[in-house]
């Protein structure tokens, strides 16, 4: 089970590497945090130094999102449709 999970992580990486390859660089940096975000707020703390952890990443990698997304979806409202594309699977109200 671990090494699908390996195999299907590296697959899904390099995906996203070879996609925001085709992204303007803010869009691009904008999906890398928040991919970051979405993963520790998916996680559960199994105890307290793990969610000192969690709380430590979702600080550094959540806040403002949700105006950096507005922000971004609004400057390609007219621009490239893989920018509003890769924009749109986003939540807009996470914080």
């Not at 199994?46 to 922000?71: F, K």
Request: glycine share 4%; with cysteine; proline share 3%.
């Amino acid at each position: 089970m671990m090494r699908w999970l390996a195999i299907l992580s590296l697959a899904l990486a390099h995906a996203t590497s070879a996609f925001a390859d085709d992204l303007p660089s803010d869009v691009a940096d904008f999906i890398a945090e928040r991919q970051q975000c979405d993963h520790f707020r998916g996680e559960d703390a199994s105890d307290p130094a793990r969610h000192a952890e969690i709380t430590a990443a979702l600080e550094r990698y959540c806040r403002g999102t949700d105006a950096r997304l507005a922000a971004l979806k609004a400057k390609y409202s007219n621009g490239p449709s893989s920018a509003q594309d890769a924009l749109a699977v986003f939540d807009d109200h996470i914080e």
